[in-house]
């Protein structure tokens, strides 16, 4: 059995998804980020960094979103959810999950955490005003020299996938140009027609 623990509105979504599109089975249990469950002993004890995701599994705990999608896609090889038989794809697959880990995700905290840099309200100010160039940057680089099409490794979907699709739903909330990534914007209205995709945004979609 597996255990996630995923807040609404944040990249938990994309392990959610790629635990329905595995079949797993799995519980999983929402952090109160409204209430600052995330900082209590209770939850620092799952993950002491205070942040979501976290999986939980019958070997340990794993944190940070491109290592648990790439355990969800070994454990259940049946899936397909990566090019687990090529280990040059593999590696680009995670090149492309660590891109958004690294860069993108940091790129669109800069708006809605830019305390987490600096403490002088203008210096806040300066990051949250950059936030739609730097992001439209981000998805523009996705947009052109990452996304292949259909999918982000081409004709197979995968685990990266999942992963586009839980940054992209930000887009909005970072005021990204769209009209600069329509393949972007077309894979995002492709991942909503997955059933497994919906399943998962029924627990991060408030009432």
Known sequence: MLTLYYARGTIALAPHIALEEAGA????????????????????????????????????????????????????????LAPLSNLFAFAQMQAFNAYLASTLHVAHAHGPRASRWADDE?????????????????????ETEMLRGPWVMGDAYSVADAYLFAVARWIEMDNVD??????????????????????????????
């Open 25 to 80: 089975d799995y519980v999983a249990k929402l952090v109160d980020f409204a209430n600052a469950q995330q900082r209590t002993p209770d939850y620092l004890s799952i993950n002491p960094k205070g942040r979501v995701p976290a999986l939980v599994t019958p070997r340990g705990i794993l944190t940070e979103t491109p290592a648990i999608l790439a355990y969800i896609a070994e454990i259940f090889p049946g899936a397909a």
């Open 122 to 142: 203008a210096a806040q100010a300066e990051m949250k005003r950059k936030v739609p160039e730097v992001v439209t940057d981000c998805f523009e680089m996705i």
């Open 178 to 207: 769209t009209s600069r990534i329509p393949r972007v914007m077309e894979h995002r209205q492709r991942m909503m027609e997955r059933p497994a995709v919906a399943r998962a945004l029924t627990a991060h979609v408030s009432a």
